[in-house]
């Protein structure tokens, strides 16, 4: 098992930033890949940004050079940097772990966090 546990949502104004982290503990020897998700009220999950082990990294078209994933495999910790924030980016954020076996091939469990809300007012 793997457990997350993600930090740093908050209400924040249209335009600031916030950074969310996601440590993991336990059997991290089963994932090599993580990710943050959102979901806001009456919508469906949907992914934000992901990266591997090695850092190459993927981003949702509405967030592409706002929010930046980053990883420190010493700390097993993953980073989301959200900068100009916007109201539509209002939801509970999760942090995903999981195992690929090569780019886009996932095997085994996926692990999530329990999330941390993210408010951006107008």
């Known amino acids: 098992q793997v457990q997350l546990v993600e930090s740093g949502g908050g209400l924040v104004q249209a335009g600031e930033s916030l950074r969310l982290s996601c440590a993991a503990s336990?059997?991290?020897?089963?994932?090599?890949?993580m990710a943050w998700y959102r979901q806001a009220p009456g919508k469906q999950r949907e992914l934000v940004a992901d990266?591997?082990?090695?850092?190459?990294?993927n981003y949702a078209d509405s967030v592409k050079g706002r929010f930046t994933i980053s990883r420190d495999n010493a700390k097993n910790t993953v980073y989301l940097q959200m900068n100009s924030l916007k109201p539509e980016d209002t939801a509970v954020y999760y942090c995903?772990?999981?195992?690929?076996?090569?780019?886009?091939?996932?095997?085994?469990?996926?692990?999530w966090g329990q999330g941390t809300q993210v408010t951006v007012s107008s």
């Open positions: 990266i591997t082990s090695g850092g190459t990294t």
């Open positions: 336990g059997n991290i020897f089963s994932i090599n890949a």
């Open positions: 995903k772990a999981y195992r690929l076996i090569r780019l886009g091939v996932k095997v085994g469990n996926d692990y």
